[in-house]
């Protein structure tokens, strides 16, 4: 489960949904201070914190949930005119920040996209291992690597929390779509394969 805490509106309103549609189940705090409660109910497998949030900050949330036990991952939102904020967050154990100059006025797809991207990159550890796992004992037999990583990839995400998406409401909901396969591995996987040849 990926949590979801921005103050930013038509931000929240375009990464929920892009997640959903990928498979992930997304958890989003109705208030800031429902984070902690949240986090302790649910679990959720990667945090993705806005450090532009304020009353709480987001450096105080990042504080408080590490002071109370969340061992899990944390993707923050941030740019340049965050530097000095992030350099402390990265003390706190921060895995991937997402941001820069597209953050204030880029395209929504792009940073998406990029919020994807550093999900499965504090993932990638977890994700390789139990795809290993999976071709051990399937014997060792090449040929499904890709099968194993994309199987991989569902039983990380279906850990960490209930499986019933607690997001707040976005309106009406839409037909879901069948998840989709993340290129980033694909593309990933296919260079282990030829750098193994």
Known sequence: MIMVCTFRDDFRQQIVPFLCERGYEV??????????????????????????????????????????????????????????????????????????????????????????????ATLYASIARHAYELYEARGKTHGQDLDDWFKAEQLIFKRGGSQQSVSQSLGPSKKKKPPQKSQLHISILRDEQEAKK
């Open 27 to 120: 958890c989003v705090p109705s208030h800031r201070q429902d984070v902690l409660t949240m986090t302790a109910q649910l679990q959720p497998l990667v945090v993705l914190l806005d450090m532009y949030v304020s009353h709480p900050s987001g450096l105080e949330v990042l504080r408080e949930l590490r002071a109370h036990g969340f061992k899990g991952k944390v993707v923050l939102l941030g740019g340049s005119s965050m530097s000095s904020v992030i350099s402390q967050a990265h003390h706190l154990k921060v895995d991937q920040v997402v941001g820069g100059p597209q953050w204030v006025d880029g395209p929504a797809t792009l940073l998406c996209g990029q919020v994807e991207a550093a999900i499965h």
